[in-house]
């Protein structure tokens, strides 16, 4: 220090920090998933049109957090994942669990709010869906899905 002054010392630039101030986290998060489309390609159906794809722990902490609901066309897409939880959800959800090959090993329908699924140890990722979803599509155990 020379004279009551910080020489030498430079401030950080300005980073994604600020950023985040701006806009807030959850909506940073929000906007960095990729959006993908889920097919069943066993039933050749369309599982989902607009699926958001959370692979960062954060993306994947935030989940439906905040949501009020999901359209029929939405989905979550939680990657890695065994197990989820329903807590300070307003809503019921139908969870798909896929294996390493795509193939969905086991499902949830209607999961209420406040609720823990069991470990699913052989999955690799979870699709949240709107309640109905599964039997509306016709998804079963055994079937293959690919994304878009």
Not at 85 to 91: A, D, S
Not at 126 to 140: C, D, R, W
Request: some cysteine.
């Amino acid at each position: 220090m020379r004279n009551g002054t910080n020489v030498g010392i430079k401030k950080n630039p300005p980073s994604a920090g600020i950023f985040l101030d701006k806009i807030g986290v959850l909506e940073y998060i929000e906007a960095t998933m990729q959006t993908v489309q889920i097919l069943n390609l066993t039933k050749g159906a369309v599982i989902a049109q607009e699926a958001q794809l959370a692979t960062s722990l954060g993306q994947r902490i935030k989940g439906l957090l905040g949501k009020r609901s999901l359209s029929a066309d939405e989905a979550l897409i939680l990657k890695p994942c065994s197990s989820i939880h329903t807590f300070f959800m307003h809503f019921a959800i139908d969870v798909l669990f896929l294996d390493k090959n795509m193939r969905i090993i086991r499902l949830t329908q209607n999961m209420s709010p406040s609720r823990l699924s069991p470990i699913v140890w052989a999955s690799c990722m979870v699709i949240e869906l709107p309640a109905g979803k599964i039997s509306q599509i016709n998804t079963h155990v055994g079937d293959r899905v690919e994304f878009k």
